[in-house]
């Protein structure tokens, strides 16, 4: 669980109630990533930081597991249980886990409030950018993306000891990282004085970090992108974030995805759309014409009297997935000449005459 849970509403966030479905969620979410996605703000720092907190946001609340969990949360905070209240039962409580018991007690402990791991800590996430073309997003791919802050020190692989030498536990508080200090009724947990709360002794430090096990350096991380992944969507790459303090497990690196434009299709979830222009005859008459998909051309029969902006569907020639494929889009465009011969002026004439004149009787025109 990561800390900043303890501070961050993302219900308020992505601007929902608590009790919002999945759905509405997801509403939520693609709105505010489509207002302030740095595509539609190039040069924005502020909608830039936005973005990032409603991916962070819909990365938990999307999450079944991680929302309940955040949910307990902050039930904790706001009963106050994260400030150590609550009343003896006629004995000593060992620590605040012992007050709320059972599943709670356990989250409690997670972030650090038992005497057991108190300073373990979760690493903190890590946000970096992938930019893709359009058919690698279709297609899916692996990318090399950079990412800057806390890594691993590259010297003691994370130890925070010098090469060839051990980490011991902390004689004082037995590697738990915390002593027990009587208050009254009360046996609170306190951070261990010799180790700092971390349970371990390391008699050399690494000379490149200091003992901290990480140092602030950029990486390059592989990610693999899924096959039809979406724009603005978040790619979770678990463990490669910051490194977690005293045995706490690492944080995350969370991906956001930004795909050009392709020049001929367009994306509508998992259809295809493109614009086929056409000639007035082939409108008018009828014609087969070719139209290309992602593997290759098709053909595509124009029924006599197309009308310009007709939507014609060419079955499974859209988004491959791990189902059935979307479907073709293709608008019609009937193309008329900016200029034409006194031959072809001739014959369009005639085409007038045997036109019908009250064409646009119903708008009421006098």
């Not at 140092?215 to 899924?226: D, G, N, S, Y």
């Amino acid at each position: 669980m990561n800390r900043e849970w303890l501070e961050r509403d993302y219900y308020s966030t992505l601007g929902v109630a608590r009790t919002a479905s999945d759905q509405e969620i997801k509403r939520a979410y693609r709105k505010l990533a489509k207002r302030h996605h740095p595509d539609a703000n190039p040069g924005n720092k502020e909608a830039e930081d936005r973005f990032k907190e409603v991916s962070e946001a819909y990365t938990v609340l999307s999450d079944s597991a991680q929302r309940s969990e955040y949910d307990q949360v902050r039930d904790a905070v706001a009963s106050g249980a994260f400030r150590g209240g609550g009343r003896p039962a006629g004995g000593r409580f060992q620590d605040l886990g012992d007050i709320f018991g059972g599943g709670l007690g356990d989250l409690f402990s997670r972030m650090g409030g038992g005497a057991q791991g108190r300073a373990a800590r979760r690493g903190a996430d890590l946000g970096a950018e992938l930019n893709l073309s359009f058919l690698e997003a279709i297609n899916g791919t692996t990318a090399d993306i950079t990412v800057e802050g806390e890594g691993p020190c590259k010297r003691c692989t994370g130890s925070g000891a010098e090469p060839g030498t051990r980490v011991a536990n902390c004689p004082t508080c037995r590697g738990s990282g915390a002593v027990s200090v009587d208050q009254g009724f009360f046996s609170i947990a306190q951070p261990c004085p010799t180790c700092h709360g971390s349970g371990r002794q390391i008699n050399q430090p690494c000379g490149s970090c200091g003992g901290r096990g990480s140092e602030h350096r950029t990486r390059i991380i592989k990610v693999r992108v899924p096959p039809g992944v979406k724009q603005a969507a978040v790619i979770r790459l678990k463990g490669k974030g910051s490194p977690g303090q005293a045995g706490g497990p690492p944080g995350d690196v969370l991906v956001a995805v930004r795909i050009g434009r392709h020049p001929v299709f367009r994306r509508h979830g998992s259809d295809l759309a493109l614009t086929a222009p056409l000639t007035f005859s082939e409108a008018a008459l009828g014609a087969t014409i070719r139209v290309p998909t992602l593997d290759g051309s098709v053909s595509l029969r124009i029924p006599a009297g197309t009308a310009s902006g007709k939507v014609l569907r060419v079955r499974g020639k859209g988004v491959p997935g791990p189902g059935s494929p979307g479907d073709l889009l293709v608008t019609i465009e009937v193309n008329v000449p900016e200029s034409i011969d006194e031959e072809t002026r001739d014959v369009i004439e005639q085409l007038r005459r045997h036109e019908p004149s009250d064409i646009r009787a119903h708008l009421g025109a006098t």
